[in-house]
């Protein structure tokens, strides 16, 4: 039970940055089509939950340490190339995002200059980085229950103290930009975006867990309860539509109404969810390189922070608008080989 929780909760840690604990994600993903989003959060449930089983079950079957070798297993040479290719554009561009969205927290919370938040958040990814495996897991996972306890208070206090009817909120919510077409679409997308973002890392705490059988009931723990993070933030921020909807971190500015010093403790736990997931990305980015604990792998994780650092001044809620769908469209021919994994392993132990 206790290898069971702390993987579901890695999987939720690493899959939960920036634009999910901020609220961004769901705002654009399933607020913007107001009561109509409700039905995307249930599908979003449904396929993470599956996925997420799959993937955490890929890596503890194959005993693997990087993702390169399970996606050419399952996808073959040619697609393996092309998934392998998404999920390396996805890790660093992800890890990027991150740290452009620890420098928004510390700017929307305290007012402080974005390149604060982007390079404290930088020098502890640096710091963590040369960390092993079991320890990065438990670091990433270890974050998550207080994420879950904030959600939740949040929900409740939202709805309770809603202001307006369900119907005015819903035009208010229908009138937030998104980049994408309809609530089925956007729901799709945004699985198949976080599941290019989380595969990578799954695959390797997958790799660490010695039992198929814990990890698959793991990564369904994390699949169910993130996609109940997912309802409740949908419903705190729709509540609240009319005060959060223009901010870049909507649970941060709810928070902070409620109370300024609550803010402040929301602030530090999205820095710290922000922090989990830019760990996974860059650290299973360089994973694919080169092998975690080695002096390569610490030269080229040094090298790829850097470069993430600069890269990440563009900012986050542009990056959070454009650059995340895109990544979720790529990612749908991940889910399509990982939907098939068990049928193409089964069949080639039985060659």
């Known amino acids: 039970m206790k290898n069971i929780l702390k993987i579901g909760s890695a999987f939720i840690g690493v899959i939960v940055g920036a634009g999910f604990a901020s609220g961004q994600e769901i705002l654009q993903y399933f607020t913007s089509f107001g009561i109509l989003g409700m039905f995307g ?7 993470f939950s599956c996925i997420g089983m799959l993937l955490v079950w890929l890596g503890s079957y194959t005993k693997t340490k990087s993702h390169k070798d399970v996606i050419y297993r399952i996808s073959g040479r040619y697609l393996g190339t092309v998934i392998d290719f998404i999920l390396i554009f996805t890790l660093f561009g992800v890890g990027v995002v991150m740290l452009a969205g620890a420098g928004s927290n510390l700017n929307q919370q305290f007012g402080l200059p974005i390149f604060i938040g982007t390079t404290l958040m930088t020098i502890l990814v640096l710091l963590t980085g040369f960390l092993k495996v079991n320890r990065v897991v438990s670091i990433i996972g270890s974050i998550t229950p207080i994420l879950i306890i904030f959600v939740i208070c949040i ?7 809603m202001d307006g009817t369900f119907a005015s909120l819903n035009e208010v919510a ?43 009931i793991g ?23 009319e005060e959060v909807g223009t901010l870049d971190m909507p649970m941060l500015g709810i928070v902070s109404n409620i109370s300024p010093a609550l803010g402040i403790v929301m602030s530090l736990v999205i820095f710290g969810m922000i922090y989990n997931t830019a760990v996974g990305m860059f650290f299973s980015f360089s994973a694919r390189f080169a092998e975690s604990g080695t002096q390569k792998f610490k030269i080229f994780f040094i090298i790829t922070m850097i470069v993430g650092y600069l890269a990440s ?37 039985a060659q």
């Open 41 to 47: 959060v249930i599908l979003s449930t449904v396929l």
């Open 174 to 216: 229908q009138a937030t930009p998104t980049t994408l077409p309809n609530w089925f679409v956007s729901s799709i997308n945004y699985v198949s975006f976080n599941i290019a973002v989380g595969a990578s890392m799954s695959i390797v705490m997958g790799g660490a867990e010695k039992s198929p059988k814990t990890a698959a």
């Open 313 to 349: 001044y563009v900012g986050f809620t542009g990056l959070v608008s454009y650059f995340y769908p895109l990544i979720g469209y790529l990612g749908i021919t991940l889910i399509i080989a990982l939907l098939a994994a068990p049928f193409i392993i089964k069949r080639q132990e």
């Open 219 to 241: 990564g369904l723990v994390g699949g169910l309860v993130l996609g109940l993070l997912i309802l409740l933030i949908h419903l705190a921020i729709f509540s609240k539509i």
């Open 155 to 161: 929900a409740i206090y939202s709805l309770l103290t």
